[in-house]
């Protein structure tokens, strides 16, 4: 593994050591990067204390015998941009008495005051009110909730962190196959949440690489059994259905999408912006279901 030592990143989406984000600010602080993390509001004080209890140890372990460590951890509630978009019932909810300063703009001004600048932006947030609801149920707010808090957020992640950014800078936002494809199950409009993300990711490569000379990719990762995504319902018969019809006959582990991450970040990918890399043991390249008895059965 190779040296991003003295690089900062922001990992935006981490509530616990389950998901895609965790494994990603563990690959990046095994190359030297050095984190800053921001979690769900509500969540802040139960991820603070988890970690400060010793209840992540085991995950935190690197491959030195050292323990991840973090910069800072700021709670983020990114499906608002500035402190007036705070609504009342927010502002005096109980999971976020105590907290300020954690919509994006206010995140974005702390980390410029305290660090100056940073190198890289991970975007692992995904939510949708209404996900167990097929599209044909789902309300409108529902549906503008999903594209707000999971696409809309990396737009306004990279208007508020863009300008303090290094020029050698590049964010990365994590999709699924289902900005393509139907995927039965995986509603509320989080398909339309990863298909703008994913054609979003073009417009900000082009934006944001003239502008500040940041590149901007998006990773679409298989199925994992997350916190987030055990919220669904069916992943873990989407891990089998990914396990026994994708190319590769290998489990899907967390550590790939965080290596794909290094990689994107790292100056070997110094011309690659705009792209979708998926990283699903090649299951999105699939037509059919081999698993699937139609395909052997002997009626015309």
Known sequence: MFSLKGKKAFIAGIGDDQGYG???????????????????????????????SGKFDSSRRLSDNTLM?????????ASFDQPEDLPSAIREHKRYQGLSGYTIA?????????????????????????????????SRKGYLDALSSSSYSF????????????????????SYIAAEKAIP??????????????????MLAWEAGRRWGIRVNLISAGPLPSRAAKAIGFIQKMIAYSEANA???????????????????????????????????GLHAMGVAVDSSSLYSSSP
């Open 22 to 52: 965790w494994a990603i600010a563990k690959v990046l602080a095994e190359a030297g990067v050095d984190l800053l993390i921001g979690t769900w509001a509500p969540l802040f004080k139960i991820f603070t204390h988890s970690w400060e």
């Open 69 to 77: 460590k973090f910069l800072k951890i700021y709670p983020l509630d």
């Open 106 to 138: 206010e995140v974005a001004q702390q980390i410029e005051r305290e660090f100056q600048t940073i190198d890289f932006i991970v975007h692992s947030l995904a939510n949708a009110p209404e996900v167990k609801r097929p599209l044909l149920e789902t």
């Open 155 to 174: 737009v306004s992640l990279l208007q508020q962190m863009g300008p303090f950014m290094s020029k050698t800078g590049s964010a990365i936002a994590l």
């Open 185 to 202: 199950g995986y509603g509320g409009g989080m398909n339309a949440a990863k298909a703008a993300l994913e054609s979003d990711t073009k």
């Open 247 to 281: 190319p590769l006959l290998r489990k899907l582990v967390a550590e790939d999408v965080g290596k794909a991450a290094l990689f994107l970040f790292s100056s070997l990918a110094n011309a690659i912006t705009g792209v979708t890399l998926y990283v699903d043991n």
